[in-house]
């Protein structure tokens, strides 16, 4: 499973693109939903909006929403006000977290507090949330707002919590785990249960996308954080050492923590807890990170992860897109190769 | 109707004070709702919210909420949550309004971002506006649902729209007019208008009860205005010249340039659109605004949205509800002097 899924996956195409195919149309349905409602007298609302909605982002959790719906059979049209929805809530999540970042580069692009400042970006943001709960309430269906509600109230406390446990060395795997739960993976497992429950699958099954996207998120978040120290900025868009630059406190530094001698300890004190930080150290990071097996080790954890969201969809009737939603759980690892 | 209304109501209590006993306990309830929804495993949020919470607002909208049920004798209790999620979704814009303003003083303490930084109050405010979302979800109306999420909106929208008017001295009075009906008076209509509707009011009165906070609210946000100008510190509770030196132009800046000689709009440019204020300039600007009387002209424009106030209640039955909730939009003006 090591080797890249654009060689191994059954078909030869990345399967986050096979699962678009198969919900055919709905992907530029949900985009024609999203840019109708960025629309605002005020013009600098679409277009703060629209630099980071059509940056190339993946569309991943309406995907996923979509997705969900289909495996039920869903022959309606809120699901797609749902996608649109999940997507405005991930946006204005992008957006403030870049503010309280300060962030710079995002997807490849300078950040839209980079070029319109931080106060657009936060109101901007709170818009984008606000066009999301319109959205829900369009939907028309109560249980499945108060399942995104939830996860909004929850994103929010996420946030919050990492935003107390940067800087600090004495964060454990349980915390940290709890803080990426909250901040990415709730909104995954909000997106996959929402899209069953529009399509009136039975709670097992809404049980089991939620599940589903948990999982999911978690691995991703967890690759992700690897990918911080490991990966290339042209693979990802955003500058490898951020986290490191941030003074954030992630998966691979806690676990290189468990076991490190007093001079490499000394050194994360330094540039994570005191955040002083000099020429060098960044790649002294990533050197004891490799060496001590962290990056590894978090990819490790990272597969359990997806493991669970593959295996929360057994109970589900086989079809092309439980494959596909399958082989996205293996991607999410495969990624950070 | 220029004096004191503490000597001329018919009661000699506070018409604002005098609602609240008329609903009873509902406001300790509300209070009840709002404090147990404020908690959460991450210590920092309860007290960053509370700092708000608990500074003395007058919890004017979700009283105005309180009151439309009790006119149309509502006996349910998911009024309650309808009006603490008006109060989160205040409490969430000014913690987004005073980090966006840089402002150190609100209620005569120290604001949250000046207490915790920037961060967490951004995130904070996430956290309140969804927990809103939760209880208009939980209070289970889905036309009082969209009436509070349409205002959500349209408030981002006014604040996005007040950022582009900052510094700004070519914004008219129309331009003003919609920048306030957004971002203050939306949230005012919404309040008033989600509680007759949840009591089961007729669309009429649900309306009226709409008419009465928008029009209520512009007459706030426009004594406001004078007030910064006006106002004693002890009084408003925030600083007198805030607006001056954030360069806000609000209607007293453009009633005074209209007319205004070449000296003056000098004066205007230099510290308003250049932003450039020296010592003794916050003076000078209250000269002008009092000699021109446009401190006075924005007190007749509130006045006659305070009437409008009054009328929109018309076609209600009398009650003493009604006659306070009259009094209230009297009072709004009355605060000027």
Same mark, same amino acid.
Request: aromatic share 6%; charged share 25%; hydrophobic share 45%.
């Given at each position: 499973?090591?080797? @890249? /899924?654009?060689?191994?996956?059954? @078909?030869?195409?990345?399967?986050v693109?096979?699962?678009a #195919?198969? &919900?055919?149309?709905?992907i530029? +349905?949900v985009d024609?939903?999203i840019?109708?409602?960025?629309?605002?007298?005020?013009?600098?609302?679409?277009?703060?909006?629209?630099?980071?909605?059509?940056?190339?982002g993946k569309r991943l959790r309406p995907l996923?929403?979509l997705?969900?719906?289909?495996?039920?059979?869903?022959?309606?049209?809120?699901?797609?006000?749902?996608a +649109?929805? &999940?997507e405005?809530?991930h946006?204005?999540?992008?957006?403030?977290?870049?503010?309280?970042?300060?962030?710079?580069?995002?997807?490849?692009?300078?950040?839209?507090?980079?070029?319109?400042?931080?106060?657009?970006?936060?109101?901007?943001?709170?818009?984008?949330?606000?066009?999301?709960?319109?959205?829900?309430?369009?939907?028309?269906?109560? /249980?499945?707002?108060?399942?995104?509600?939830?996860?909004?109230?929850?994103?929010?406390?996420?946030?919050?919590?990492?935003?107390?446990?940067?800087?600090?060395? =004495?964060?454990?795997?349980?915390?940290?785990?709890?803080?990426?739960?909250?901040?990415?993976?709730?909104?995954? =497992?909000?997106? #996959?249960?929402?899209?069953?429950?529009?399509?009136?699958?039975?709670?097992?099954?809404?049980?089991?996308?939620?599940?589903?996207?948990?999982?999911?998120?978690?691995?991703?978040?967890? &690759?992700?954080?690897?990918?911080?120290?490991?990966?290339?900025?042209?693979?990802?868009?955003?500058? &490898?050492?951020?986290?490191?630059?941030?003074?954030?406190?992630?998966?691979?530094?806690?676990?290189?923590?468990?076991? #490190?001698?007093?001079?490499?300890?000394?050194?994360?004190?330094?540039?994570?807890?005191?955040?002083?930080?000099?020429?060098?150290?960044?790649?002294?990071?990533?050197?004891?990170?490799?060496?001590?097996?962290?990056?590894?080790?978090?990819?490790?954890?990272?597969?359990?992860?997806?493991?669970?969201?593959?295996? =929360?969809?057994?109970?589900?009737?086989?079809?092309?897109?439980?494959?596909?939603?399958?082989?996205?759980?293996?991607?999410?690892?495969?990624? +950070?190769?």
């Open positions: 499973m090591s080797t @890249n /899924p654009l060689e191994t996956s059954a @078909n030869s195409v990345n399967p693109e096979r699962l #195919a198969l &919900v055919g149309s709905d530029e +349905a024609a939903v840019h109708s409602r960025m629309v605002s007298e005020t013009p600098l609302i679409p277009a703060l909006a629209a630099h980071l909605v059509d940056s190339g996923i929403t997705a969900a719906a289909h495996q039920y059979g869903y022959r309606g049209v809120e699901h797609l006000k749902l +649109a929805a &999940v405005f809530i946006t204005a999540t992008l957006l403030h977290d870049d503010v309280v970042d300060e962030s710079n580069l995002r997807r490849g692009r300078p950040t839209a507090n980079t070029v319109w400042g931080n106060k657009p970006s936060i109101l901007v943001g709170d818009f984008l949330f606000s066009r999301a709960f319109q959205l829900m309430v369009e939907a028309g269906s109560s /249980p499945v707002l108060a399942v995104l509600a939830n996860a909004s109230a929850i994103i929010a406390e996420g946030e919050v919590m990492q935003l107390r446990s940067a800087k600090n060395l =004495a964060i454990g795997e349980g915390d940290y785990l709890k803080v990426i739960s909250a901040k990415t993976a709730a909104l995954f =497992a909000a997106a #996959a249960e929402a899209g069953a429950m529009i399509a009136g699958a039975e709670e097992a099954h809404s049980r089991a996308f939620y599940e589903y996207g948990r999982n999911l998120g978690i691995a991703f978040q967890l &690759v992700d954080d690897t990918l911080d120290y490991s990966g290339r900025q042209a693979v990802m868009g955003k500058s &490898v050492g951020d986290d490191f630059r941030e003074c954030k406190v992630t998966l691979p530094v806690i676990l290189t923590l468990a076991r #490190a001698s007093e001079e490499e300890r000394r050194f994360w004190r330094k540039t994570i807890e005191v955040g002083v930080q000099e020429e060098g150290d960044l790649s002294r990071a990533i050197e004891y990170l490799e060496r001590g097996g962290a990056l590894g080790e978090t990819i490790g954890r990272a597969r359990t992860y997806a493991r669970a969201a593959r295996d =929360a969809l057994s109970l589900c009737a086989e079809s092309d897109i439980k494959a596909a939603l399958a082989e996205i759980a293996d991607f999410a690892v495969e990624r +950070a190769y």
